[in-house]
């Protein structure tokens, strides 16, 4: 079935500790996002790729990095892992710009939980 | 500062209607979305507006007022699975989503 994959489903993580989260989409979607969604809070951007080889900055980059090496794959590193990264983190894509006439398309999200 | 909002929590009965309201403040307008969430799922694509009127689709419904900045969500002949939030977006004039916290959408039998 096409679609995102993340992995893994959900982990529990000691702070200070590095950690990557996989995305893996076989649509050929130029567009790549990774949200972070907490209790209450809209969901909020941490870091897009508009396409293969580029990155950018959202809202909440702090802490993050990412990469893109190839079209299908964005993966979300944690260098450090503190308390406040404990979140639902989702990647989605779409074919077109951010915000375009194109929706997202998201994968199942990774629960984190960094004690 | 960009703001969107929704109630947080409705509540309405198998087989009626619900209307889900968004109201948005944001530095520019590229259309509205509105997105399901099942408790412990992804969200996925209902609806796209980006000029004013309602579309329609199937038991599902969007209305947009941009002069308002006012969207809504209209559910009919409401069903148990539909039980979940409802999430609207604003793409801003960078073309940045913006996203409401969410409504939770309860269906009593």
């Known amino acids: 079935t096409a679609g995102i994959t993340q992995a893994p489903t959900s982990q529990i993580l000691a702070a200070g500790r590095s950690m990557t989260l996989r995305c893996t989409q076989d649509?050929?979607?130029?567009?790549m996002y990774w949200y972070r969604q907490d209790l209450g809070l809209g969901l909020r951007l941490i870091h897009y790729?508009?396409?293969?080889?580029?990155?950018g900055k959202g809202e909440v980059p702090d802490g993050y990095s990412v990469s893109r090496a190839n079209t299908d794959d964005f993966p979300l590193t944690l260098a450090s892992a503190v308390p406040s990264q404990t979140s639902v983190y989702f990647c989605?894509?779409?074919?077109?710009?951010?915000?375009?006439?194109?929706?997202?398309?998201f994968g199942n999200g990774t629960r984190l939980t960094v004690t | 500062g960009q703001n969107i909002d929704q109630p947080t929590e409705m509540t309405a009965t198998e087989g009626a209607i619900v209307q889900i309201n968004c109201t948005y403040q944001?530095?520019?307008?590229?259309?509205l979305f509105w997105y399901q969430q099942h408790a412990g799922e992804a969200p996925t694509f209902l609806s796209y507006?980006?000029l004013d009127g309602l579309e329609e689709k199937g038991r599902f419904s969007s209305f947009l007022s941009r002069s308002k900045g006012y969207s809504y969500l209209l559910l009919k002949e409401l069903q148990m699975k539909d039980s979940a939030s409802y999430l609207c977006?604003?793409?801003?004039?960078?073309?940045?989503?913006?996203w409401g916290a969410g409504t939770k959408l309860i269906i009593k039998p």
């Open positions: 989605a894509s779409s074919d077109g710009g951010q915000g375009a006439e194109s929706p997202l398309h």
């Open positions: 649509m050929r979607h130029n567009a």
């Open positions: 790729s508009n396409t293969a080889g580029t990155t």
């Open positions: 944001t530095s520019g307008f590229n259309g």
């Open positions: 507006n980006v």
């Open positions: 977006a604003v793409s801003d004039s960078n073309y940045q989503l913006i």
